[in-house]
């Protein structure tokens, strides 16, 4: 029963040998195994900055006095990082991160962050809010100023001494050739049809 424990502790050994003598010597023999000229390009420091800037973006001019929530689009991108400060933690929103808008405070776009209660203000230009609202707000404001200049156009009403002038004036230019002025005997305004 010896030899057999034995043999088993044996072949572990072996096969754990296996699979550590490799890695051992990889990592021991890394700085052995590069060429010098890999060694001198790794030398060189970098010229170009690891942090990715982004272009600028061109400020959007808009009145935001005429947004009304309903304009509002369901999330906003944030184009700078964030950072959210509560009770000794600070959460970082990256540049990019969606945030849901709430409302609007002067300049500043209150929002939240999806799974979270609290509100954030942060500056409106530093998302793409702007850009977002503007076409749904322009259809908004196409649409009320429609409606009204519709509400505003009422039909024109004609007294009988307006609708006989008419008719009067319209036999006199030719437009009406089934008589002449002549033939009439009365002149009177018949009753209201409505509009066809």
Known sequence: MTNLGT????AACVGMGYVIEPLFFELRNTDRNKSKVAKKETAKPKKKA?????????TIKIDLSLVKPADFPETVSLRETFEIASDGLTLALEQGAQVSPIRLEGTDLIFKTKGMTLE??????????KELVLPVMNARIQREAEMKRIEDAKPVVLDEVAIVSCM???VADGKVTEFKADQVTEWVAGEDMGYL
């Open 7 to 10: 043999f088993i502790m044996v």
């Open 120 to 129: 954030h203000a942060i500056d409106v230009d530093q998302t793409d809010f």
């Open 50 to 58: 690891n942090k990715v800037k982004s272009k600028p973006v061109p």
């Open 168 to 170: 009067q004036a319209s």
